[in-house]
């Protein structure tokens, strides 16, 4: 019997500040519905995703 994995993940919801944290000084922020990506044994990542809003300042 060979061994194997599959792994599947979800963030939903969040938001990406890249750049800038702290108060009004952000320059860069991803607001995302939701991020998916799944992984096995001898494929390729998938990765998935749903940008909602993007804010440059």
């Not at 922020?29 to 096995?40: V, Y």
């Not at 494929?43 to 804010?55: E, G, L, N, Q, S």
Request: hydrophobic letters at 40%; glycine letters at 8%; a positive charge.
């Amino acid at each position: 019997m060979d061994s194997g994995y599959r792994v599947h993940g979800e963030l939903r919801d969040f938001a990406l500040h890249l750049f800038g944290t702290r108060g009004e000084w952000r320059v860069i922020t991803l607001e995302f519905d939701h991020l998916r990506f799944t992984q096995a044994t001898g494929a390729k990542t998938a990765i998935a995703c749903r940008v909602r809003h993007k804010v440059s300042v």
